[in-house]
């Protein structure tokens, strides 16, 4: 340990070392100073009203300028100028409107996306039990990891708990092994049989199933771990320019650890948290925690939504539909809350004061939520513009509910990198004809539009019923929103491919550059209520954005994931990465210093926690 802590000292010639959010330029930058984009660069502004500029001036933690160099008197010298590398672009900070900011730092311990093969699954487990010696040795320790697929195996049959204890190296051991959509486990028989003494195990559970053959417990989370988890993902979420988060349905047990972090100023990037939502037997207990709006010491923390789950996953199977599955015509999915009892709980949520999200995948679940959501509007008409409810993927939908979501004003909360994920099998699923109203995006951003040309434009400009905010659902997407800018505009997976070739799959649902852009700024600002300080680039925002050293507004779509953050600013702070001043060649030794020390903070942030 010492020997990498050495090596990263020399790495950093004298730089001081401190793990810290901040870049290596740290307290060098003032409280006022300006940024232009040079060359053929950009700033990106998703202001409508002004879609571009050259140059922005921040003044503490807001932006109190943004145009051209001679509008903004930038010869003058007033205040310090900073410019970025040419073809750098500048946007707004990205958000991610849907994600689970614990369990992806847990997810890190035990990756299994992209496994071929239970085989090779077992492998990686036996490979991190050689690199985590205190787990191997420890017969009482839960080995925890998270996204096998058996979609991408050759029987496309769900594990059992043998497949794990026919290892010899296996046998034996506590294994929990969350499937790559968190909506079923695959346990190894000591959990099982841990289960079953406890009295754990039922015949069945509601909402889900058990598989059994012919013939995850859960453990708490000690503070050192989830303070662990939450340093993972933020030091990742700002490498890739992330500068909001919405947690989707985090539990209250760990509210006081995040306005902990708040209180002291150690939340770097703005969270927007939705609670996991109430029994029906609980709701006066649940209702004694009330929301909070931008709090703590920066205001960084947001905790009014309420998340609530109608049915599952369609790669489980759980996803619930109006019809049997084309490939499985035993079943049409699983409501996780039966529809009377989820009337009951979004109406009790909304009258709590909470906003309102729910987790609905199937083209069932998501008619079930819309006809909640369309009777309370019929008797509150202020429910949809106030409380703005969501669902949370909107994933298939009939043709017919696709309009109607629009009508009502729906936000529509959805995850481009799940269609290009699930393309492969999703058609198999759903068959030719439902297919057409699955991860249908132009379809609904096109529905809130013609909802939108009869309402007033102060209505157009402030409401913002045309919204469709994006997000990855990280860990079960990866975290760069990049990846979902990439699908959303292309259809395409990362290799360039599709179902249906190199065009796209149902090219007819993507969205433009700008349409998604805007999907991952300004409208998760609106779907969290903060539209009037997040968002886009305007004088009096908030000063968040970011740097990218290329511009993914003109690059041919396949250079767009090789794109890089050169530097992610929040409040006006540069938290990762950093801005040259203006004159500063390219090549200077504070840019080779500077990314010595990216690679330092990474080090001493998995070492040194």
Request: aromatic letters at 8%; hydrophobic letters at 35%.
């Amino acid at each position: 340990m010492n020997l990498v802590r050495n090596f990263a000292l020399g790495v950093t010639t004298a730089t001081l070392v401190r793990y810290t959010w901040s870049s290596v330029y740290g307290d060098r930058y003032p409280s006022s100073y300006a940024v232009c984009t040079t060359g053929n660069g950009t700033i990106y502004t998703v202001d409508e009203t002004n879609p571009t500029a050259e140059c922005i001036s921040v003044r503490d933690s807001r932006l109190v300028a943004v145009g051209s160099r001679d509008s903004l008197d930038i010869a003058s010298g007033a205040v310090p100028v900073y410019e970025t590398k040419p073809g750098s672009i500048i946007v707004p900070g990205l958000s991610d409107a849907h994600a689970h900011i614990l369990e992806y730092g847990w997810k890190m311990q035990l990756v299994l996306d992209g496994s071929n093969s239970i085989e090779e699954i077992i492998s990686r487990i036996k490979g991190y039990l050689r690199s985590h010696p205190e787990v191997a040795d420890d017969p009482t320790t839960f080995i925890q990891g998270m996204g096998w697929d058996q979609n991408r195996w050759m029987s496309k049959q769900f594990p059992t708990a043998d497949d794990l204890s026919n290892d010899p190296e296996l046998a034996g051991k506590y294994i929990v092994l969350a499937r790559v959509d968190g909506h079923a486990s695959w346990v190894s028989k000591p959990v099982l049989e841990l289960m079953v003494a406890s009295g754990k195990i039922p015949e069945g559970i509601d909402g889900g199933e058990i598989i059994r053959d012919e013939n995850g417990v859960p453990t708490d989370r000690t503070p050192a771990q989830v303070a662990d988890y939450f340093k993972i993902a933020m030091h990742d979420a700002l490498e890739v320019g992330l500068t909001s988060i919405h947690d989707a349905g985090g539990e209250d047990r760990y509210i006081d650890f995040f306005k902990e972090m708040a209180d002291v100023g150690k939340l770097p990037i703005r969270i927007y948290w939705m609670r996991a939502g109430p029994s029906l037997n609980d709701i006066d207990g649940w209702n004694e925690i009330k929301p909070l709006i931008d709090y703590g010491r920066n205001g960084k923390f947001n905790m009014r939504g309420v998340k609530l789950f109608m049915d599952g996953a369609l790669g489980s199977w759980g996803a619930s539909l109006l019809e049997p599955y084309s490939d499985n015509n035993s079943t049409s999915g699983l409501f996780t809350t039966e529809p009377e009892q989820m009337r009951k709980k979004i109406e009790q949520v909304w009258r709590h004061g909470w906003q309102v999200n729910v987790h609905a995948i199937g083209d069932r679940a998501n008619h079930v939520v819309l006809n909640v959501f369309e009777d309370i509007h019929s008797e509150e008409p202020g429910f949809v513009t106030e409380n703005r409810p969501r669902i949370e993927h909107s994933q298939i939908m009939t043709l017919d509910d696709l309009k109607r979501s629009g009508r009502l004003g729906i936000i529509n909360s959805v995850q481009p990198t799940h269609a290009t994920s699930d393309m492969g099998y999703a058609e198999s699923r759903l068959g030719p004809q439902r297919i057409k109203g699955a991860y249908a995006y132009k379809t609904l951003l096109r529905s809130v539009r013609l909802s939108c040309l009869t309402a007033k434009a102060y209505f157009r400009r402030y409401s913002r019923v045309d919204v469709l905010p994006l997000g990855s659902d990280f860990p079960i997407e990866g975290i760069n929103p990049l990846l979902g800018f990439h699908a959303a505009v292309s259809r395409l997976s990362v290799d360039g491919d599709s179902p249906h070739g190199p065009g796209g799959w149902y090219p007819s649902e993507a969205l433009t550059r700008a349409e998604a852009l805007k999907g991952m700024t300004l409208d998760p600002a609106y779907a969290s209520f903060s539209e009037r300080e997040l968002g886009s680039l305007e004088k009096g925002k908030k000063a968040d954005f970011i740097v990218l050293d290329q511009d993914i507004m003109r690059v041919d779509m396949n250079k767009v994931l090789s794109t890089k953050v050169e530097a992610t600013i929040i409040d006006g702070e540069v938290l990762y990465g950093g801005i040259r001043p203006r004159g500063t060649s390219s090549f200077d030794i504070s840019f080779l210093v500077q990314e010595a020390t990216r690679l330092q903070d990474r080090v001493l942030g998995y070492f040194f926690r």
